[in-house]
């Protein structure tokens, strides 16, 4: 039926109106110029590919990439990513609105006149070969031909209202993009692009004496405009002849540029959105023989950086969402992932990929400043992480022996203990005190290991989110144990910090012990032992269920093995806020189950009205400053990383705040000791052992 209504309205339109309902291509345009155009394109072509050839040869100085491409991901990722936009079109693009949509306009617009263009092309190739004579098109004609002009016309404004939007911010000043003259250029042309091409239609439309004008409505707008200045058949023909030139020399000199301005994002974000293949928590592993082998380690120079890598590099645009949502560079450390990633190019712009990137132009207090948040990587919208870049220069300045200080001593204790205090391996067990937690090595059934880490084995404050554990997993008549002295650091820091030898040394100890106690399943309340476990140790032979605790209880509440239905929260007065930790939410992409676990007790159900949330929620958390191995890092209170977040908690005026990670639990419960003494800081963990058991008898 559908196809009937097609041919009726096909049918209908070449019948009525008053000659066919096509339009010559080069209409106006003498054989000549149709040679000179063709000359003019052919030479526009070739800069186009001589500037993309020049890249490619760069990219590939890079190492190649031992991923192989999925090209059924591929084709995937170019119709989500490149051809819908869905990571710039996606919920909480950081505050992005305005340029999202300018985007999106200029975009669309942009995509869908190159396709036009190029179905344009093809005509008139297809009608020279088949010998058919100007007005007699092969498929530019009747409904196609309708449809076409109309979405061509729609198109183009998209295009031009994109290409102001984006003036209009530079104008004003908005965002924190990189301006450069070269950038205003580039959004005149294509707005003067789009403007000429509907004046050209509009002079065609008199000259040509058009059929249904209507069809192309904004280039019968600017008929209407020109014929009311008096602008006749055979004026606008001799306008039309000038403009048409005008338009499309400067369409193609802009084709010719494309490779050797900012625009080469479109081409090099494709391919990069394409191929990408890096996953946020998951790093590139070091292979110790190539280590002996060439006595590096770590990235040096542009040419120790992966192909894609590389890539990336000519990816970025220089939009600074990255920067908009860096935690180091809103506390006013040097780290800009936007000004990392620029500074790289500069160098690759400069031909020598040999030369050493570390002190100029990339710092070591800059690397030094990440807290491998993943923020820059998850909000750009062309796939680029310069996380991955940040962490695999940090290896290099490990291998230089160039960390000094805190840290630096934090690493020598945890190769000397198997953990970042310095304690001893005897130690670890002593938080269960009076427990009878049982040990994988006494307990050979065991279902589920608790891996309790190295905050809660050996800090205080900590110790009570594992001694609240372990009594929900003894309420729920889970079958469960501990590695006890076994256990070791997983390395998470060390590997963050660059320190790859040392996270390769940890993780075989603690492979090597849980394949001895057979061990299936793994529950954490350390997100980044939960990323460790489940992202790092396959790499090393050791492959795991690994959940994270909120995971594992809101389970065991959704089960019923946890009487919590109807019970009140503890402190019901005080208005509570959760702080979700970065490694959960953005790396492994959980938001809902510590939600779930906070409401289940509430009395309010999932519509927790006892939950405050904060500005900053979700995956667009801000970090509370200790990941990457910022947590032995000593810095002055005003300096440190996680400072606003501290300012959103107070503002909110909640008395009680939830946190799922120990890291969280140390750095924001000491930020707000200093501002809120009143305010309690406290694991989901405990909290849903306080409603669910009582608090716990202290001695």
Not at 55 to 66: D, M
Not at 140 to 146: E, P, Q
């Amino acid at each position: 039926m559908q196809f009937g209504i097609l041919r009726f309205l096909n049918s209908y339109l070449i019948a009525t109106a008053p000659s066919p309902l096509t339009r010559e291509i080069f209409g106006n345009i003498p054989t000549w110029g149709k040679v000179v155009f063709y000359v003019a394109a052919a030479f526009a072509v070739a800069m186009w590919l001589r500037g993309i050839v020049r890249r490619v040869r760069l990219w590939r100085q890079g190492v190649p990439s031992t991923t192989p491409i999925d090209w059924p991901q591929v084709l995937r990722r170019l119709t989500r990513d490149v051809v819908l936009q869905y990571r710039l079109r996606r919920k909480g693009a950081m505050g992005r609105a305005k340029a999202s949509a300018a985007h999106l306009l200029l975009f669309s617009g942009f995509f869908v006149l190159l396709i036009g263009t190029t179905l344009v092309c093809i005509e008139h190739v297809l009608a020279d070969l088949l010998g058919r004579a100007p007005g007699n098109p092969v498929f530019h004609k009747g409904i196609y031909f309708g449809v076409f002009e109309v979405v061509m016309d729609v198109f183009g404004v998209a295009l031009i209202a994109g290409c102001l939007m984006f003036l209009v911010r530079r104008w004003r000043n908005e965002g924190s993009f990189g301006r450069t003259p070269a950038d205003v250029a580039i959004l005149i042309v294509l707005a003067v692009i789009g403007v000429t091409g509907y004046f050209v239609e509009g002079l065609r439309i008199i000259y040509a004496h058009t059929p249904i004008p209507g069809l192309s409505p904004v280039g019968y707008l600017c008929a209407r405009g020109f014929a009311a200045l008096g602008i006749g058949p055979a004026q606008a023909a001799t306008i039309h002849f000038g403009l048409w030139w005008f338009h499309g020399l400067l369409a193609l000199g802009f084709v010719a540029l494309m490779p050797y301005t900012r625009l080469l994002h479109s081409l090099a974000g494709t391919v990069n959105l394409a191929i990408r293949d890096h996953r946020h928590g998951v790093m590139t592993p070091v292979r110790l023989e190539d280590v002996e082998e060439t006595g590096r380690i770590g990235v040096a120079t542009l040419a120790e950086f992966s192909r894609r890598q590389l890539i990336e590099l000519d990816a970025c645009v220089s939009c600074g969402r990255c920067e908009d949502s860096c935690p180091a560079y809103e506390a006013g450390k040097p780290l800009s992932p936007r000004n990392v990633v620029q500074d790289l190019v500069a160098v690759m712009n400069g031909g020598d990929l040999s030369r050493r990137v570390h002190g100029q132009p990339i710092t070591a207090e800059t690397l030094w400043s990440c807290t491998t948040c993943t923020a820059c990587a998850d909000v750009c919208p062309l796939g680029i992480s310069p996380l991955r870049m940040i962490t695999d220069m940090r290896r290099h300045l490990i291998g230089e022996g160039a960390l000094r200080g805190a840290p630096a001593t934090t690493l020598q204790k945890t190769e000397r203990t198997g953990n970042p205090w310095g304690l001893p391996a005897a130690d670890r067990l002593a938080w269960a005190k009076g427990l009878d937690v049982p040990l994988a090595s006494k307990t050979p059934n065991f279902e589920v290991l608790y891996w309790v880490g190295c905050a809660a084995s050996y800090d205080r404050r900590v110790q009570k989110v594992a001694r609240s554990m372990a009594r929900l997993l003894r309420a729920a008549n889970v079958n469960f144990a501990v590695l006890g002295p076994e256990e070791r650091c997983t390395g998470e820091s060390a590997r963050r910090m660059g320190d790859e030898l040392l996270f390769q040394t940890l993780a075989g100890q603690n492979v090597e012990t849980l394949t001895r106690r057979d061990v299936r399943k793994i529950v954490a309340h350390c997100p980044h032992c939960v990323n460790s476990l489940r992202n790092d140790y396959p790499q090393m032979g050791g492959d795991y269920e690994v959940v994270h605790h909120s995971q594992f209880l809101d389970d065991l509440i959704q089960a019923g093995k946890l009487p919590v239905a109807g019970e009140k929260l503890r402190t019901e007065n005080a208005m509570t806020t959760y702080h979700d930790p970065c490694y959960l939410a953005r790396v492994v992409g959980e938001t809902a189950a510590p939600r779930n676990v906070l409401s289940a007790f509430s009395g309010n159900g999932t519509n927790n009205a006892a939950l405050t949330e904060l500005p900053r929620h979700g995956r667009q958390t801000a970090c509370c400053g200790a990941g990457g191995g910022r947590m032995w890092f000593d810095d002055p209170p005003a300096r440190r990383v996680g400072t606003s977040r501290l300012d959103e908690i107070v503002q909110t005026g909640a008395k009680s705040v939830a946190v799922s990670c120990p890291f969280c639990l140390i750095m924001v419960g000491d930020g707000l000791a200093a501002r809120e003494p009143t305010a309690q800081v406290r694991d989901i963990a405990e909290i849903l052992a306080d409603a669910v058991l009582g608090p716990e008898a202290t001695s």
